[in-house]
């Protein structure tokens, strides 16, 4: 079993069971809001010794290598980000060659999410991880256009359940399905992707927005739209969580806004098992480590520093 301390938290507590996963405590990480090797160059062993969550979600890989969206990139709002990053990676054969050694070499368990613009494209990454033995789970990203239908994957649920349908018989590896807030109504999506055989679902992914430069009022990012992240999105994933809990009953991995560890405990509350920390922690690296001892200080106000759970 990963260990607290393992986990970098030096107080967190929480033993938690995700879809037979054992982890330290139920913060992780928000896919593409921490870039573990870069932290590991910029901080050293300490990062390994120290990590911050419990287990770590790596950035979007697409079979074929991206470049990313023209700058800028980011737009700071009062309480929040707009992103408009457009998936820049190595693609898979680079993420197997270079990433996967090195953040297998993580003290907690690794998920990987990926996102493919076609069924074909997701089952070949799905397969390909399948085999993997350092990955313990996937993440689908269906926040992505269907390049044969035009469709965003996951705004639909006839399309959430057919791309599901394909993937499930590659892995006995559990399949996260990452909802976009995006939808209509995400509670359908949620309905249909578990029918489908999704084990978990994690929400909620950006929700579309926009900023104008303030000099010339055209589109300030590169990428004319971006996803709106961080403390202005909170109320709005506490909703969703609350809603898409309410209507299936495999787990669920929130996130949206949490800086502190009772916005944490309050999306826990609201039916979540795992509670993933994102825009956070480009302010403070460390925001997961004392998100994850806030939250054990208010469910557990009896555990010590420092001390092991006994569960
Ligand atoms: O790379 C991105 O621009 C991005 C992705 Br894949 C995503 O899922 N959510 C987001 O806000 N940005």
Redesign the pocket.
């Known amino acids: 079993m990963t260990s607290a301390a393992a986990s970098g938290s030096a107080t967190a507590a929480l033993p938690t069971r995700f879809c037979g996963i054992e982890l330290a405590h139920p913060i992780v990480n928000g896919?593409?809001t921490f870039d573990a090797i870069a932290a590991q160059r910029a901080f050293g062993p300490a990062l390994v010794e120290q990590f911050p969550f419990a287990a770590f979600v790596s950035k979007?890989v697409t079979l074929a290598p991206r470049e990313?969206?023209p700058p800028p990139r980011l737009w700071e709002l009062p309480a929040g980000l707009i992103?408009?990053?457009?998936?820049?990676n190595k693609g898979l054969a680079g993420y197997l060659t270079h990433d996967l050694p090195e953040l297998a070499a993580l003290p907690v368990p690794l998920i990987v999410n990926v996102?493919g613009f076609t069924r074909d494209e997701v089952a070949e990454l799905v397969s390909a991880f399948a085999e993997r033995d350092e990955v313990a789970a996937l993440e689908l990203?269906v926040?992505c256009p269907n390049v044969e239908t035009g469709l965003i994957m996951g705004a639909d649920p006839a399309e959430t359940a057919l791309l599901v349908e394909r993937v499930r018989p590659l892995t006995d590896k559990p399949l996260i399905v990452k909802l976009t807030p995006n939808a209509t109504d995400p509670g359908a999506v949620a309905v249909a992707a578990e029918a489908a055989g999704a084990d978990a679902l994690s929400l909620i992914?950006?929700i579309r927005g926009m900023a104008l430069d303030p000099r010339t009022h055209e589109p300030w990012l590169g990428g004319t739209t971006?996803?709106v992240?961080g403390a202005t999105v909170r109320a709005v994933a506490l909703a969703q969580v609350y809603d898409v809990a309410g209507r299936v009953s495999i787990p669920l991995v929130a996130m949206g806004g949490v800086q502190r560890g009772r916005d944490a405990d309050d999306l826990l509350r609201a039916g979540a098992t795992l509670v993933a920390v994102g825009t956070e922690s480009f302010r403070d690296p460390l925001a997961g480590a004392r998100v994850a001892d806030e939250l054990t200080r208010i469910r557990r106000p009896d555990a010590r520093p420092g001390a092991r759970a006994r569960g």
């Open positions: 896919s593409g979007t990313g969206n992103n408009s990053i457009g998936l820049p996102m990203n926040s992914n950006t971006g996803g992240s």
